[in-house]
């Protein structure tokens, strides 16, 4: 089972331009995650989803949106990337919203030069 | 505001034991988790702690209380392998998880 999968692994982006991070689970959990991780802070949750069709904003939105058209599927897109958003991205997905641990991808790497 | 604490970093030895702390304070509670995440890896679930006391799985414990504001997660018989960042994250009366920033366990020979 492949549980989460994130793509791409890593990228390099101008500033300025778009970029479109996947994350697929087939695990059927009702719960998606976006995180961000920087060296010295905690995981930063930037949307989530509680179930397909209906997303939220989480600590540090700005700068990203996402959808969640079905229940395997939660892109993240960044419509205009910023240095400041160099970071490790980590999709996660859990059964509910409110039970259950978190299993995370395996990350994407992004640097906005 | 909601904070988790615990410490930066840590060393010990392989074969010993080692007990990483940490606090919180946030709005409301609805449990708390231990994560380990290998340098370059995501993290993966070790724990969860929603009553008062102590949860053992293997080498691995943890321990709540609630009144405290405090959990700690215990590390017996050290591995190099277990030479790892330990997360601690609490999950809020939102039932969103708030995350500390971890702390580097460095297992020396």
């Known amino acids: 089972t492949a549980g989460i999968t994130q793509a791409p692994t890593s990228q390099i982006l101008a500033a300025g331009r778009s970029m479109t991070l996947r994350c697929t689970q087939d695990m059927r959990h009702n719960a998606m995650y976006w995180y961000r991780q920087d060296l010295g802070l905690g995981l930063r949750l930037i949307h989530y989803s509680n179930t397909a069709g209906t997303t939220g904003k989480g600590e540090v939105p700005d700068g990203y949106s996402v959808s969640r058209a079905n229940t395997d599927d939660f892109p993240l897109t960044l419509a205009s990337a910023v240095p400041s958003q160099t970071s490790v991205y980590f999709c996660?997905?859990?059964?509910?919203?409110?039970?259950?641990?978190?299993?995370f991808g395996e990350g994407s790497r992004l640097t906005v030069l | 505001g909601q904070n988790i604490d615990q410490p930066t970093e840590m060393t010990a030895t392989e074969g010993a034991i080692v007990q990483i702390n940490c606090t919180y304070q946030t709005s409301g509670f609805n449990g708390l988790f231990w994560y380990q995440q290998h340098a370059g890896e995501a993290p993966t679930f070790l724990s969860y702690?929603?009553l008062d006391g102590l949860e053992e799985k293997g080498r691995f414990s943890s321990f709540l209380s609630r009144s405290k504001g405090y959990s700690y997660l215990l590390l017996k018989e050290l591995q190099m392998k277990d030479s790892a960042s330990y997360l601690c994250a609490v999950r809020d009366s939102n039932y969103q998880l708030i995350w500390g920033a971890g702390t580097k366990l460095i297992i020396k020979p």
């Open positions: 702690n929603v």
């Open positions: 996660a997905s859990s059964v509910g919203a409110s039970a259950g641990e978190l299993f």
